[in-house]
């Protein structure tokens, strides 16, 4: 749902506040009788308790974050914002806050750098989420691509031990492949992450390649790509003294970088060897 409408945040806050001292019947007794909080509807204090326990803000443990700061996180994640799955690239900073986030910062009365802080925090609970099923999904599938168009024994590594740094081993005909494989639904650009031991593994096994499968918001291959081992060479950052060391970064693809299909097993493709395998995307 969008962010909820300005009384009910403030009734939500007004909610959270009280909760704790009062329980809820004698919050709403409270609520509906008292001239002081005449100012929102007995209707609009309701919603707001429903869409808190939609929310899961009353379930949850309070912690140490004040009852404003609860409400705002629920508001963004619960919202489903076109914009929060790449607000790392659209709100760089205080200034770039979206119209319906900067309208619920300014009810609950967070100032726009705490505001900007919560998004960032927002963003990285549903990058993470999206990246862990999206990778999943981009390993599967890959998996039953190559099955179905190669010869070679095609083993799913990563299913008990992601200490391999890859997730796929192909062997077959004197021929060794081993696949990383990371996965996007983002259109126009490809991020990735790279783990130090990836990162290493690749730099010590001539076989270790990068993998990118595309897919659509349906989630349909529509995509795979290989990712040169060169160019990720460039790209990766080097410990600056021996106290300091990188576990894993960011790579930002561009698309003129990206090789279509999977060259290096192209000699283990059998006839009628999926399209996407071949560097053909699906139309």
């Known amino acids: 749902m969008p962010v909820p409408p300005d009384p009910v945040l403030r009734a939500a806050a007004r909610w959270l506040h009280r909760l704790p001292a009062s329980g809820a019947a004698r ?15 007995p209707t609009q ?9 939609k929310a899961g803000i009353l ?31 659209l709100v760089q900073s205080p200034d770039e806050i979206p119209e319906d986030a900067l309208r619920a910062a300014e009810v609950l009365g967070l100032e726009p750098d ?13 990058d993470t989420a999206e990246r862990a099923r ?15 168009s190669t010869s070679a024994t095609v083993e799913h590594v990563a ?33 990735l992450y790279i783990s130090r031991n990836e990162y290493e593994t690749m730099l010590r096994d001539p076989a270790w390649q990068m993998i990118a499968v595309q897919f659509t918001q349906a989630d349909d291959p529509a995509a795979v790509w290989t990712v040169p081992r060169h160019w990720i060479s460039a790209q990766a950052p080097a410990d600056s003294g021996v106290l300091g060391r990188w ?6 693809v561009p698309p003129g970088v990206l090789l279509p299909g999977v060259p290096a097993l192209a000699p283990l493709m059998t006839p009628g060897a999926s399209p996407l395998l071949l560097g053909a995307p699906v139309e």
Do not use: N
């Not at 009852?67 to 790449?86: F, M």
């Not at 705490?114 to 609970?125: L, V």
């Not at 492949?177 to 991020?191: A, D, F, I, M, Y």
């Open 45 to 53: 204090y309701d919603a707001a308790y429903a869409w808190m326990r």
């Open 247 to 252: 576990e894993s970064c960011r790579l930002h």
């Open 59 to 89: 379930d949850s443990e309070s912690g140490v974050l004040p009852p404003e700061i609860r409400i705002y996180d629920a508001a963004i994640l619960d919202s489903g914002a076109s914009w929060l799955p790449d607000a790392d690239l």
């Open 134 to 148: 999206v990778g999943a999904l981009g390993e599967e599938v890959l998996l039953s691509l190559l099955r179905a």
């Open 114 to 126: 705490d505001a900007y802080a919560r998004i960032g925090t927002a963003w990285g609970k549903v």
């Open 159 to 191: 299913a008990w031990s992601d200490a391999h740094g890859y997730d796929i081993a192909v062997q077959g005909h004197g021929l060794s492949g081993h696949l990383e494989v990371k996965s996007t639904t983002r259109l126009g650009r490809l991020t």
């Open 27 to 41: 919050c709403r007794a409270v609520f509906t009788t008292h001239s002081e909080f005449s100012d929102i509807t």
